[in-house]
């Protein structure tokens, strides 16, 4: 396949994944993200990554944002957020972290693919990015891409979209956000 064909087929891929997230549960999870003293991301793999993205803007923003495992990952309390991504929500380790979290009263957002997870016995927030999965559920996005690269594509950006959805609602100066970028590169 060729380059400009190839690109075309995914920036199409995600557009029409995108008119399918519901503007509801997205503002519902920017309310709990606001809400939350601390904010926490689990998931595994391509997932991860997207969410690490996810994670450092809203870093940038203010947000006390802390991957599952790191280091410096502070106690979960009744006060905060675990947003976990899994496109299936049967992923063992985001699953078995979902059920920890809830021991300790914490909410619990899931952004899948699939309404009817297992992960949605842990969740109370859940957002649908509608890709193409096993199950051949409705209003799916057919993908031409490999694997779930259209959902962590789409995760990536919808975190991005959340962030500047935020950075808009608290009147944030853009240029500012300069001075929490990292500086030790």
Not at 63 to 84: F, K, Q, R, S, Y
Request: with cysteine; charged share 20%; proline share 3%.
């Amino acid at each position: 396949m060729e380059f400009n064909k190839a690109q075309n087929e995914i920036v199409s891929e995600i557009k029409q994944t995108f008119e399918n997230i519901s503007a509801d549960e997205v503002n519902a999870l920017i309310e709990a993200i606001e809400k939350a003293d601390k904010v926490f991301f689990v998931a595994v793999g391509r997932v991860l990554l997207s969410l690490k993205s996810f994670a450092k803007r809203l870093a940038h923003i203010g947000v006390d944002a802390h991957i599952v495992g790191d280091i410096t990952e502070p106690a979960i309390t009744e006060n905060d957020l675990l947003i976990v991504g899994s496109g299936s929500g049967e992923s063992s380790f985001p699953l078995i972290i979902a059920k920890k979290a809830k021991s300790f009263n914490a909410t619990v957002a899931h952004i899948g693919s699939n309404p009817n997870s297992t992960m949605s016995n842990y969740s109370d927030y859940f957002v649908r990015i509608p890709v193409q999965t096993k199950l051949g559920l409705e209003n799916e996005t057919k993908s031409v891409q490999p694997m779930t690269s259209l959902f962590e594509q789409s995760l990536l950006l919808l975190g991005d979209t959340i962030c500047l959805m935020m950075i808009d609602n608290k009147n944030i100066d853009m240029p500012s956000l300069w001075e929490f970028h990292a500086n030790l590169e």
